[in-house]
């Protein structure tokens, strides 16, 4: 009897584990559970920064991101996915650029080819261009350019009677050019594809030029001269041609500079009592004087390489921390140009730029 007793309390004491064994059991168990930040589930982490550095996504994005992100409609909170993970591009530094002064410039939208009445087949070019000192004008068909031992440029017509005599005239604004009759541009000369843009041959090259003047025979622009490249078109029904710019070259000092232009830059530019009666520039188009930002201010800063004028210097200001598209095309903006034009009483200015 004595000896069952002992038996069965030994085999309860068996079965019941004292308080130290439980104590390493329950740590056995806790060291062998995952953990909640082990289990990889976002927000597991207590905090951030916690469990050797791992922070749940989202966490730490810097406030400019996070304003670049509100901006292209993005949430902040999504940032730590793959197609959100670019740098923002820093904006570039304010850069003053170097500005010059052009005596002589050819209003490209004014060339044309006037057919002769009395003769089939022969044309008389005109065309309107401003001269702020005296200058001289040539004009050359079916000509060659060719770069000089001094860097100027030279050009080659096809044939002899290719080259118009150089006209001197004085300084004026809106002054009118006409070909002298005995140089008219006779087509029937020339194979049709003489007359064409083709193996560095252009049809058609007018070069003004400024003159020196004043002491030491300086002249008073660092552009020497500009040349104006264009294409004649093919004769219509009644025998018409037109005349399409092709590009536009200054000369200063021994470097040629082909130029681009500036979209805008003609509403940029106009007389505050000016207006225009476009439906374009009404609503703020490209040829309004108006900032498409802010509508109020006048634009005066370029979107490079698109060329386009449409923002004031204080949008654009806030546009390069915020943005980094044009609000005309959406082209990748590179560079801004800002283009300071001052009005004189002879219709002449003087403009300065800076390049951020």
């Known amino acids: 009897m004595g000896a069952s007793s002992s038996s069965n309390r030994n085999q309860r004491n068996a079965g019941v584990p004292s308080d130290a064994q439980a104590a390493a059991a329950a740590a056995a168990a806790a060291s062998a559970a995952p953990s909640p930040a082990a289990s990889g589930y976002p927000g597991a982490q207590a905090y951030p920064g916690q469990g050797q550095g791992r922070e749940y996504?989202?966490?730490?994005?810097?406030?400019?991101?996070?304003?670049q992100f509100f901006l292209e409609g993005m949430r902040p909170e999504m940032g730590h996915m793959g197609n959100l993970a670019r740098t923002m591009a820093q904006p570039a530094q304010m850069q003053r650029t170097f500005t010059i002064r052009n005596d002589?410039?050819?209003k490209k939208n004014t060339l044309k080819l006037v057919k002769d009445e009395s003769e089939p087949g022969v044309y008389h070019l005109t065309f309107t261009f401003d001269a702020a000192s005296d200058c001289t004008i040539r004009v050359y068909y079916a000509a060659t350019e060719k770069m000089s031992a001094d860097g100027t440029l030279t050009f080659t017509p096809l044939k002899e009677s290719g080259a118009h005599p150089v006209e001197t005239r004085s300084k004026d604004l809106n002054q009118t050019f006409r070909t002298q009759a005995s140089h008219r541009l006779d087509t029937r000369l020339y194979k049709p594809e003489e007359l064409a843009l083709a193996n560095g041959r252009y049809p058609l090259i007018v070069c003004l030029e400024a003159t020196p003047n004043?002491?030491?025979?300086?002249?008073?622009?660092?552009?020497?001269?500009?040349?104006?490249?264009?294409?004649?078109?093919?004769?219509?029904?009644?025998?018409?041609?037109?005349v399409s710019p092709l590009k536009q070259k200054i000369q200063v000092g021994s470097t040629s500079?082909?130029?681009q232009e500036i979209y805008g830059i003609d509403g940029a530019t106009a007389s505050s009592g000016e207006t225009t009666n476009s439906a374009?520039?009404?609503e703020g188009g490209e040829n309004s004087r108006e900032c498409v930002i802010c509508m109020t201010e006048p634009r005066d800063t370029t979107v490079l390489p698109c060329r386009h004028m449409c923002m004031c210097s204080e949008c654009a200001k806030v546009l390069r921390m915020q943005s980094e598209k044009c609000p005309i095309c959406r082209t990748p903006i590179e560079q801004l140009l800002q283009i300071k034009i001052s009005k004189q009483g002879d219709g002449g200015g003087e403009s300065e730029s800076t390049l951020a």
């Open 57 to 67: 996504p989202g966490q730490r994005i810097p406030m400019p991101q996070v304003q």
């Open 257 to 259: 500079y082909e130029l």
């Open 214 to 242: 004043g002491t030491g025979g300086q002249a008073k622009s660092a552009v020497q001269s500009q040349t104006t490249f264009a294409k004649i078109g093919a004769a219509d029904g009644e025998g018409e041609r037109t």
């Open 280 to 282: 374009e520039g009404a």
């Open 104 to 106: 002589v410039n050819l």
